[in-house]
């Protein structure tokens, strides 16, 4: 008896034979169904279709010619502007200490602002569009003055070269002078070309859009992009033209650094008057509380105090003068002691005035004491008498 309850393995099944038709065009050699390529049957294949493969080459090359010479390139020009940021102010930074200018994303904030990019467009001419290429050079020395009339304008000279007309885009005529005239000042226009510049039967049309317009476009163009730590600011702008947007470039990063530099120009300005002010008060209030404070000393000098005097108060004139003064007083008392003992010593002595006044001592009394009625003589005239104290 057998455990086995596997299923027994089938017999092996030959597989069919294929087709009579597969079996047909292997036996013909059709290339499918044989091992590899066959070159000869792509050798025939070219040479049979060689015109159509030239043709189609030739169109293609063409096509690739035309479309470089059609296709502009695009160029791109590239800035980067470091920014000085400051610290954050930390336990050791003073108060008066300068911080930060600007936060760091005010700063893509302020090149992108029309502060800076209206000076760009005027300074660039941003704001002309000529609508060719070769009516650059009678172009290049348009300006425009703070008020002008936007629009689409054509200048034509005259097939003589001895007038010029200019008209807006519908024909409408707007002035009319002769070469080496100031053209458009009606419209706000300062554009004089020069001599040679305008040739006879030459149309020139460019268009004017506002400084405000054509900010904005150049805002848009603009790529920038800040770091995280707000330490370097990069600006791309792309064009067709690689001398008109590198010089681009170069203008809104000159505008942008003087702008900033204006900017923090002027905040140390206001920040300089405002501790000048503090200062101002400072000083005046340390004066008021000396005065305060040696009016205090001389009020309470006297006074008994539980510490000494300070070297520096025994610098103080005005207290060396007045310790000058007690020690004067204390010597004029102390000499009018003596003088009150002397005077009091002299009458408990006996001392006696003669009839004219002339003090004598005792020794004096004693040698005239026999003479009844001696008269009293003066040693010294009554005009030099030195009283005897």
Same mark, same amino acid.
């Given at each position: 008896?057998?455990?086995?309850?596997?299923?027994?393995?089938?017999?092996?099944?030959?597989?069919?034979?294929?087709?009579?038709?597969?079996?047909?065009?292997?036996?013909?050699?059709?290339?499918? *169904?044989?091992?590899?390529?066959?070159?000869?049957?792509?050798?025939?294949?070219?040479?049979?279709?060689?015109?159509?493969?030239?043709?189609?080459?030739?169109?293609?090359?063409?096509?690739?010619?035309?479309?470089?010479?059609?296709?502009?390139?695009? +160029?791109?020009?590239?800035?980067?502007?470091?920014?000085?940021?400051?610290?954050?102010?930390?336990?050791?930074?003073?108060?008066?200490?300068?911080?930060?200018?600007?936060?760091?994303?005010?700063?893509?904030?302020?090149?992108?602002? +029309?502060?800076?990019?209206?000076?760009?467009?005027?300074?660039?001419?941003?704001?002309?569009?000529?609508?060719?290429?070769?009516?650059?050079?009678?172009?290049?020395?348009?300006?425009?003055?703070?008020? *002008?009339?936007?629009?689409? *304008?054509?200048?034509?000279?005259?097939?003589?070269?001895?007038?010029?007309?200019?008209?807006?885009?519908?024909?409408?005529?707007?002035?009319?002078?002769?070469?080496?005239?100031?053209?458009?000042?009606?419209?706000?226009?300062?554009?004089?070309?020069?001599?040679?510049?305008?040739?006879?039967?030459?149309?020139?049309?460019?268009?004017?859009?506002?400084?405000?317009?054509?900010?904005?476009?150049?805002?848009?163009?603009?790529?920038?992009?800040?770091? &995280?730590?707000?330490?370097?600011?990069?600006?791309?702008?792309?064009?067709?033209?690689?001398?008109?947007?590198?010089?681009?470039?170069?203008?809104?990063?000159?505008? +942008?650094?003087?702008?900033?530099?204006?900017?923090?120009?002027?905040?140390?300005?206001?920040?300089?008057?405002?501790?000048?002010?503090?200062?101002? *008060?400072?000083?005046?209030?340390?004066?008021?509380?000396?005065?305060?404070?040696?009016?205090?000393?001389?009020?309470?000098?006297?006074?008994?105090?539980?510490?000494?005097?300070?070297?520096?108060?025994?610098?103080?004139?005005?207290?060396?003068?007045?310790?000058?003064?007690?020690?004067?007083?204390?010597?004029?008392?102390?000499?009018?002691?003596?003088?009150?003992?002397? &005077?009091?010593?002299?009458?408990?002595?006996?001392?006696?005035?003669?009839?004219?006044?002339?003090?004598?001592?005792?020794?004096?009394?004693?040698?005239?004491?026999?003479?009844?009625?001696?008269?009293?003589?003066?040693?010294?005239?009554?005009?030099?008498?030195?009283?005897?104290?």
């Amino acid at each position: 008896m057998t455990t086995n309850n596997l299923p027994a393995p089938l017999a092996s099944v030959p597989a069919p034979e294929r087709a009579a038709e597969t079996q047909a065009f292997r036996r013909a050699g059709f290339p499918e *169904y044989e091992s590899g390529l066959d070159w000869r049957r792509a050798l025939s294949a070219v040479l049979r279709f060689k015109w159509v493969i030239l043709l189609v080459t030739v169109l293609g090359t063409a096509a690739g010619v035309a479309a470089t010479r059609v296709v502009r390139p695009i +160029y791109s020009a590239q800035a980067t502007v470091w920014i000085d940021a400051a610290e954050r102010r930390g336990p050791d930074r003073g108060p008066i200490r300068q911080s930060q200018l600007l936060d760091p994303q005010a700063w893509v904030d302020l090149l992108k602002s +029309y502060v800076v990019l209206d000076q760009v467009i005027r300074d660039e001419r941003l704001f002309l569009e000529p609508q060719s290429p070769a009516d650059a050079a009678a172009l290049a020395a348009l300006r425009v003055t703070d008020q *002008y009339r936007p629009g689409a *304008y054509r200048l034509t000279v005259d097939e003589a070269g001895r007038a010029w007309t200019l008209t807006t885009s519908d024909g409408l005529e707007l002035e009319r002078g002769a070469p080496g005239d100031s053209i458009g000042t009606r419209v706000g226009l300062m554009w004089a070309p020069a001599q040679g510049t305008l040739t006879p039967g030459q149309r020139v049309d460019f268009t004017l859009a506002t400084l405000r317009d054509a900010a904005r476009r150049l805002m848009e163009s603009l790529d920038v992009q800040l770091d &995280l730590n707000g330490n370097f600011l990069r600006l791309e702008l792309r064009g067709s033209s690689a001398v008109t947007i590198t010089e681009v470039v170069n203008a809104v990063v000159e505008r +942008y650094v003087s702008v900033a530099a204006q900017l923090k120009r002027e905040r140390l300005t206001e920040l300089t008057r405002i501790l000048d002010e503090q200062l101002s *008060y400072a000083r005046q209030t340390l004066r008021d509380a000396e005065a305060a404070l040696e009016s205090f000393r001389v009020r309470t000098i006297t006074l008994p105090s539980d510490r000494g005097a300070s070297a520096d108060a025994a610098r103080d004139p005005v207290f060396t003068s007045f310790f000058d003064a007690q020690i004067e007083r204390e010597q004029a008392r102390r000499d009018r002691e003596v003088l009150e003992q002397l &005077l009091a010593q002299a009458r408990d002595s006996g001392i006696s005035r003669c009839p004219g006044g002339h003090r004598f001592g005792p020794a004096q009394r004693g040698a005239l004491a026999g003479a009844e009625g001696a008269q009293c003589e003066a040693r010294r005239p009554p005009d030099a008498e030195v009283p005897l104290l």
